[in-house]
């Protein structure tokens, strides 16, 4: 069977291009298995935790009993009553007992575990316990307790008795036998499980959770182990692609979030050859590939973003913190006691960068801006004009930016000309987006450079077709800033390889002369425009 890339479930290398894992199962095991930890690893929806936990038991088999299950393999109705769940906990770890020892290894291992099982009139936590400490005593190596979605199971009782066991047993297990280290993986960190506790029972969390050591290796991957997933697959398929532009391109628009990084290589594998836009196999990885690519899963109901969508709903602060971000420009400083924030950074959708918050990868600001512009698009008055403009801006295929600029200027003063200088710096560039959107949608991207978007300047990406159009967004403040503006825009151009640019200024100045002009610098052209 070829290989390929797996965006369905676990990944495994023998049949899947995935990136190597095994520096990462090295640090774990040093930095926390070998010294008996009990940690989370917590990341967001399809960060590779499973893969990451099956791949660490294999690696870890040689010098440990690994005992691996999924919290999802026990029923919801077992979860509601004490008897029912330590019998389902117990068969499905003696199934993954089977599944992952040796046979010379298990022997007689479990037989406390069998026999509890056996004993139907005193399936007890307290109990359970007991046996899996007799378990542990039997075992001829140390035991490895790994539980995946251990989050899908936090609103019952019985599974906070099981945590409040599960420390005791563990913080006197110089006394105790138990599992020398425990896993847990899911999307909550085990400090903050306490968000799905329902209010009745939010007087339990606080000690089950103080035991944890904090995990913090790095989960994303880098371009560098993006280029080695690719290069693999280059030597398989000799499609002609720079393994390492094209890694690079992937990780711009990724930031390394492994599902999105998975999904962008399987459709330039398996789907976009097929479109018409692709006639041959070494124009697919290409940015112009990429690009494609990335438009396609925005457009997509993929679970990720279903997921991301369902928390702006549940948490109104992670929406209104995010619209600020992403429309005002507003820099917040991350602070791990601000709910908001430390929700956030949690579900993966921000990260830290020098002390303040950004969206954690393009393809999140793409998807968020879109969902954001979706819920006023059908009532902008703008985005009805460039509906209706939609086709006069593509001229042989190619966008015709210029004249993009020009209609916006006309349409924009027809409508908000009489409009006060706090909108207009409020919502001037979200109303260019919004003018925008209609005009490439379903045929090209834009995005926001998070490095330069503040209050008073934001840089648009807009990729169409393989051109690349790079607009400065920036409400006016003199002459001597307009000329800083400039500078940068050129810096910018340089660095994208680009010998044409955009601005287009927000002016309150009465005496302001609106409209479009082209001048030259240092051998480039930068089209103005101002409202």
């Known amino acids: 069977m070829e290989k390929y890339f797996n965006t369905e479930g676990i990944c495994n290398p023998r049949y899947h291009y995935m990136v190597p894992l095994d520096d990462r199962l090295s640090k774990i095991r040093q930095r926390y298995v070998e010294r008996g930890s009990y940690f989370v690893i917590n990341r967001g929806r399809q960060y590779g935790k499973t893969t990451t936990l099956r791949a660490l038991a294999e690696y870890l088999r040689s010098d440990y009993i690994v005992l691996s299950i999924d919290f999802q393999e026990i029923g919801t109705a077992e979860f509601q009553d004490e008897a029912a769940f330590c019998k389902a906990f117990a068969e499905v770890l003696i199934k993954a007992s089977r599944n992952n020892i040796k046979a010379e290894d ?88 306490k968000l799905k506790i329902r209010s009745d029972r939010e007087h339990k969390y606080n000690s089950p959770w103080n035991i944890a050591a904090k995990y913090n290796l790095e989960m994303s991957f880098s371009a560098a182990e993006i280029s080695s997933m690719l290069q693999e697959y280059e030597s398989d398929h000799h499609t002609g692609m720079d393994v390492k532009k094209t890694a690079e391109l992937i990780y711009d628009y990724t930031s390394g979030y492994p599902y999105l990084v998975s999904a962008i290589c399987k459709l330039l594998d398996e789907e976009i050859p097929e479109s018409d836009d692709f006639e041959e196999v070494r124009s697919v990885w290409t940015a112009k590939g990429v690009t494609e690519a990335v438009s396609r899963i925005l457009d997509e109901r993929i679970p990720l973003f279903e997921s991301m969508m369902r928390q702006l709903a549940e948490y109104p602060d992670i929406k209104r ?144 077709l393989g051109e690349q159009f790079i607009i400065e967004l920036k409400i006016w403040h003199g002459n001597e800033y307009n000329e800083r503006g400039e500078k940068q825009l050129l810096d910018y151009l340089d660095y994208y390889r680009q010998d044409k640019g955009y601005m287009l200024s927000f002016n309150f100045n009465q005496k302001k002369l609106r409209g479009v002009r082209e001048i030259q610098i240092d051998g480039k052209t930068i089209v103005e425009a101002v409202v």
Do not use: W
């Not at 921000?350 to 969206?359: E, P």
């Open 321 to 464: 913190m995010l619209y600020v971000v992403l429309f005002q420009g507003k820099r917040i400083a991350y602070n791990p006691d601000n709910f908001a924030l430390n929700l956030s950074a949690m579900f993966g959708y921000i990260v830290k960068k020098s002390g303040s918050i950004q969206v954690a990868n393009r393809m999140f600001e793409m998807r968020l801006y879109s969902y954001f512009l979706s819920e006023e698009e059908l009532t902008s008055a703008i985005s009805d004009e460039a509906q209706k403009d939609r086709n006069r801006f593509l001229e042989s295929g190619r966008l015709n930016m210029r004249l993009i600029l020009e209609r916006f200027v006309e349409h924009f003063a027809d409508i908000y000309g009489d409009d006060n200088e706090k909108f207009v710096e409020e919502q001037g560039r979200k109303l260019f987006l919004l003018y925008l959107k209609p005009i490439i949608n379903g045929t090209g991207n834009y995005y926001i450079e998070a490095q330069t978007r503040d209050a008073r300047r934001t840089d648009v990406i807009v990729d169409y």
């Open 106 to 193: 298990g022997e007689g291992i479990f037989e406390p575990l069998i026999r509890f099982l056996k004993e139907i009139d005193n399936f007890t936590m307290r109990k359970m316990f007991e046996e899996l400490s007799q378990v542990c005593e039997r075992a001829p190596m140390p035991i490895v307790m790994m539980i995946d979605e251990v989050d899908s199971a936090s609103n019952y009782q019985v599974f906070l008795d099981f945590l409040a066991l599960l420390r005791g047993y563990y913080l006197n297990r110089e006394n105790t036998s138990i599992f020398h280290s425990v896993i847990l993986a899911g999307v909550y960190d085990i400090k903050n499980l």
